[in-house]
Protein backbone atom coordinates (compact mmCIF):
# COMPACT_ATOMS: atom_id res chain seq x y z
CA UNK A 1 0.00 0.00 0.00
CA UNK A 2 1.38 3.35 -0.96
CA UNK A 3 2.15 6.19 1.89
CA UNK A 4 -0.89 8.02 0.68
CA UNK A 5 -3.24 5.08 1.45
CA UNK A 6 -1.35 3.89 4.57
CA UNK A 7 -2.56 7.62 6.28
CA UNK A 8 -6.01 7.98 4.66
CA UNK A 9 -6.74 4.46 6.14
CA UNK A 10 -5.40 5.00 9.74
CA UNK A 11 -6.73 8.51 9.86
CA UNK A 12 -10.41 7.12 9.06
CA UNK A 13 -9.59 4.05 11.32
CA UNK A 14 -8.62 5.98 14.03
CA UNK A 15 -11.55 8.30 13.49
CA UNK A 16 -14.04 6.02 13.30
CA UNK A 17 -12.43 4.25 16.17
CA UNK A 18 -12.12 0.90 13.78
CA UNK A 19 -9.12 -1.27 13.58
CA UNK A 20 -6.66 -0.58 11.53
CA UNK A 21 -6.03 -3.31 9.02
CA UNK A 22 -2.56 -3.50 7.92
CA UNK A 23 -3.19 -5.15 4.57
CA UNK A 24 -0.29 -4.15 2.24
CA UNK A 25 -2.71 -4.82 -0.88
CA UNK A 26 -3.20 -1.12 -2.32
CA UNK A 27 -6.95 -2.35 -4.08
CA UNK A 28 -7.79 -3.93 -0.41
CA UNK A 29 -6.67 -0.05 1.40
CA UNK A 30 -8.58 1.41 -1.19
CA UNK A 31 -11.80 -0.65 -0.52
CA UNK A 32 -11.49 -0.11 3.75
CA UNK A 33 -10.85 3.41 3.40
CA UNK A 34 -14.26 3.47 1.32
CA UNK A 35 -15.97 0.97 4.29
CA UNK A 36 -14.37 3.44 7.05
CA UNK A 37 -14.53 7.07 5.97
CA UNK A 38 -18.49 7.13 6.19
CA UNK A 39 -18.21 6.14 9.80
CA UNK A 40 -16.24 9.30 10.39
CA UNK A 41 -18.87 11.65 8.98
CA UNK A 42 -16.24 12.60 6.51
CA UNK A 43 -16.88 12.58 2.46
CA UNK A 44 -19.40 11.46 0.18
CA UNK A 45 -23.12 10.66 1.18
CA UNK A 46 -24.17 7.60 2.39
CA UNK A 47 -25.85 6.73 -1.25
CA UNK A 48 -22.71 7.46 -2.86
CA UNK A 49 -20.99 5.13 -0.55
CA UNK A 50 -23.00 2.22 -1.52
CA UNK A 51 -22.73 2.11 -5.11
CA UNK A 52 -19.10 2.58 -4.51
CA UNK A 53 -19.34 -0.63 -2.20
CA UNK A 54 -21.39 -2.73 -4.81
CA UNK A 55 -19.19 -1.43 -7.17
CA UNK A 56 -16.27 -2.39 -5.42
CA UNK A 57 -17.60 -5.70 -4.93
CA UNK A 58 -18.36 -7.01 -8.36
CA UNK A 59 -14.16 -5.92 -8.74
CA UNK A 60 -13.78 -8.96 -6.09
Known amino acids: MTG???SYL???CEEAKEPI???R????A???SVEVQP???RGRSAE???R???TASLMR
Open 39 to 41: MTG
Open 52 to 54: SAA
Open 21 to 23: NES
Open 25 to 28: AEAD
Open 48 to 50: TVE
Open 4 to 6: THS
Open 10 to 12: ETY
Open 30 to 32: SRR
